[in-house]
RNA sequence: GGUCCGUUCGUCUAGGGGUUAGGACACUAGAUUUUCAUUCUAGCAACACGGGUUCGAUUCCCGUACGGACUACCA
């Protein structure tokens, strides 16, 4: 087998959509699997949708999410320059091949005379309103013109465009890794403009030629290239290099979670998640478009969402790391059909990656979100924070907004509980609790659990039914941490400073 | 409209001519946790439809329906 050489090649026309994430992680698991490389060439041959900052956004997303970069515009490589509108030159070298083969040909017509021909076509039952081997030979290119006037045409600086020259009815086969063959007819395959009047190279020319001079071995792209990827292989064929055609990968696409259709940035604004990896703010409105990082969101727990949809291995495992998807991955195990984008899994594996991190982690977390907050937590108190809440957050930011309560006394209690919960029975064990609590002074998990135990059975109130009324006074809550770690984390003073001002706010009424 | 691609629980999917059609997320219930969460157990729930082929089809073939992509001097 050839050496595996697989390539990312977005388009600087925005931030990277999700969806672009797993086809640049499906090509990345593929050259780790087999040793091989992953190239990223930036596709930039249409300068009316180039967005300034969106290369630089590309890099920052891949490399957020650990996908390295073997070969490209910053590093480099042995088939340099990796952003297509440096290449021109080369382009014109293969087209002007193409050219001299007679497998394209000049075109003039105005963009009035295609749509007009379109027009015409489109009435016509059975007719493709296609520029193709149908119709060329009624319209204005080096076919139909005599070659001086096409000389004196091109002379004089008209526009013109290169097309190729599709041939009127042959099958043409190609052998998706994914979906097996695929054959389409010629017949319905236009002649595609190669190059634009501007001197730039369209997709379908400037991919076919940088993916034989880069040496690519797997095209791994959407599976809105397969209609054209006839096209492609009809192209390598002219150009000769039939028998160093990469192999073709067509990925099912990613659909929106209700409803039906591709996913798009509406769908996840509608529906509360980013669709981003990284935030992006769009020069033209300058919106912000939260991204999953800032989200909250760990890079690991996307890269494994991101990989099973579309993708399993086969066995049960759910839980992977970069790596072990990467000895794990087999394009043959991709599935064919179009995967809903479900949040709740994601959120889910975020729970997964995040548990998994150690109390010190977590607890660092934790000082630099209250930090932000001006609140000081020592390293020490952050991990026993930690440590309690572990269990029940989803996201970093739930530890701040969960251990807030160890450093902000409530202020206001919910009602719904108050109504139910603090009633004659817990305003006595309250006031019984805290007396002795000043008595004790120190308060550990321990003495926590012995003083209420005492106090309830002095006053004989089960513990169950104060429980509740307990958390309310010392968080303003009606859910949290175990309440005997809450209290030794609050301290004496802190927990009967609490009760204090619970049993004055909440009164006895 | 045309071309191409697709269709297993609500979702991601495993499987594959004879299976109790398996797992995960979500959901529901029970247990544990003197609360909540966690954890554990259980439950709910799927082969789009119609024809073939076959002793037998969810699996193979053909249609139909539905969905999607493409149909630019965009990628």
Redesign the pocket.
């Known amino acids: 087998m050839r050496e595996v050489r697989v390539r990312f ?3 600087p ?1 925005g931030a990277l959509h999700i969806g672009g994430v797993r086809t640049a992680l499906y090509n990345y698991l593929l050259a780790r699997k087999h040793n091989g490389k992953m190239i990223l060439r930036i ?1 930039d ?2 300068q ?2 180039y967005v300034p900052g969106a290369e630089e956004y590309i890099k920052d997303a891949l490399k957020w999410v650990g996908i390295e970069i073997d070969e490209g515009p910053d590093m480099g490589g042995p088939y340099t320059p990796y952003r297509q509108s440096e290449r021109k030159d080369i382009y014109a070298k293969y087209t002007q091949q193409l050219l001299n083969d007679g497998h394209a040909y000049y075109a003039f ?3 009035e005379e ?1 749509e007009a021909m ?1 027009n015409r076509l489109k009435t016509q039952k059975g007719a ?4 193709d081997s149908a119709t060329r030979m009624e319209m204005k290119n080096s076919l139909t013109l005599a070659e001086d006037v096409v000389n004196e045409k091109i002379k004089n600086g008209e ?1 013109y ?1 290169i097309r190729l020259k599709v041939p009127a009815a042959e099958e043409v086969e190609l052998n998706d890794l994914i ?2 063959k ?4 010629t017949s ?1 395959i ?1 002649d595609k ?1 190669l190059m ?3 001197g ?1 190279p ?2 379908h020319l400037a991919n076919v030629v940088d993916d034989y001079l880069m040496k690519i071995s797997h095209v791994i792209r959407g ?6 990827a006839p096209l492609h292989v009809l192209t390598y064929k002219f150009l000769g290099w039939e028998n160093e055609m990469p192999a073709f990968a067509h990925l ?2 990613l ?1 929106k ?1 209700d409803g ?3 996913l798009s940035k509406r769908d996840a604004d509608q529906l509360g998640f980013p669709i981003f990896p990284l935030n992006w703010t769009d020069p033209k409105t300058n919106e912000l478009a939260e991204g999953f990082k800032e989200r909250g969101y760990l890079p690991e727990a996307l890269i494994n969402f991101l990989a ?5 291995p ?1 066995t ?1 495992q ?1 839980l992977f790391t970069l790596e072990e998807l990467a000895s794990a991955f087999e394009i043959e ?1 991709i ?6 984008f ?1 949040i ?2 994601a ?2 594996f975020n729970q997964q990656y995040l548990r998994a991190k150690t109390d010190e982690q977590l607890g660092q977390i934790l000082i630099a979100d209250l930090k932000k907050e001006g609140i000081d937590c020592e390293t020490g108190k952050a991990k026993a924070i930690a440590s309690a809440l572990r ?2 957050i989803t996201f970093p930011k739930d530890i701040a907004e969960l251990g807030k309560i160890f450093f902000i006394a409530p202020t206001s209690f919910d009602e719904k509980i108050a109504s139910k919960k603090w009633n004659q029975e817990a305003i006595t064990v309250m006031a019984a609790l805290r007396d002795e609590i000043k008595k004790s002074g120190s308060l550990t998990t321990e003495t926590a ?1 012995t003083i ?2 005492k106090t309830t059975t002095q006053l004989s109130i ?3 039914k104060i ?2 009324a307990l ?1 309310l006074a010392l968080t303003g809550g ?6 005997m770690i809450a209290m030794a984390l609050l301290g004496g003073d802190e927990v009967s400073a609490r009760l204090t001002y619970a049993l004055e706010t909440l009164g006895e009424k």
């Open positions: 090649a977005p388009s026309t596709e041959t249409d009316n949708r017509d105005t963009s295609l379109r493709n309103p296609q520029y526009p465009v979906r097996g695929v054959t389409v007819n319905q236009d403009v634009k009047s501007d730039m369209t997709y599976e809105e290239w397969l209609p054209s099912p696409l659909l979670p039906k259709g591709k099973f949809l579309g993708w399993n086969g049960e759910e195990r599935g064919k059909a179009g995967a809903k479900d709740q899994k959120n889910w269990e029940r659990q209420l135990e089960p513990q169950g429980m509740q958390r009606a859910s949290g941490p175990d309440l």
